[in-house]
């Protein structure tokens, strides 16, 4: 083997490619987020209906550490559940791999969107949902911190 040559010039520069498509989910370092979608609810026995969703995603890490929040859609407006009225309630359940989701009323023709927050950027999320002055604005606020879609 031969004696290693002289260093040569660098080279120009090259041209930064196109960005790449938002992986599935999307959102900013790790925050997972689902479409707008209908659940069917079940009518159970006590006067409530209940919705299952499966989502891997939801991990040990996320019930412990993380932040889930479910947003529904009703009149043109955005609310998240742990949702309570005089009349009304729709709440959420978390269980490993699942969104359990009760309500007083049928709300099969409802849309529903999670957020899944990983540990990181938890506190931050927390900070919006406390401060804003209506749910709406909160959802609005946090989707353009974690750069979601609304």
């Known amino acids: 083997m031969g004696t290693q040559g002289e260093k040569g010039e660098p080279g120009d520069q090259g041209t930064d ?13 790790n925050v997972y987020y689902s479409d707008w979608k209908y659940y ?20 040990n890490e996320i019930l412990t550490k993380g932040t889930t929040i479910v947003y529904f ?15 009304e309630s729709l709440t959420q359940r978390l269980e490993l791999g699942q969104i359990w989701l009760y309500s007083s ?14 540990p990181s950027k938890t506190i931050a999320a927390k900070a919006i949902q406390a401060k804003s002055k209506s749910t709406g604005q909160a959802y609005v606020e946090l989707c353009e911190m974690l750069k979601i879609e609304l």
Do not use: C, H
């Open 40 to 59: 069917d609810f079940t009518s159970l026995n006590t006067g409530y209906w209940r919705a299952t969703v499966s989502e891997p995603v939801i991990s």
């Open 105 to 118: 009323w049928d709300p099969s023709s409802t849309m529903f969107r999670y957020i899944i927050i990983p």
């Open 17 to 29: 490619g196109n960005k790449g498509d938002p992986g599935k989910g999307g959102g900013l370092g």
């Open 73 to 87: 859609k009703r009149d043109g407006q955005v609310f998240k559940t742990d949702y309570l009225t005089d009349s």
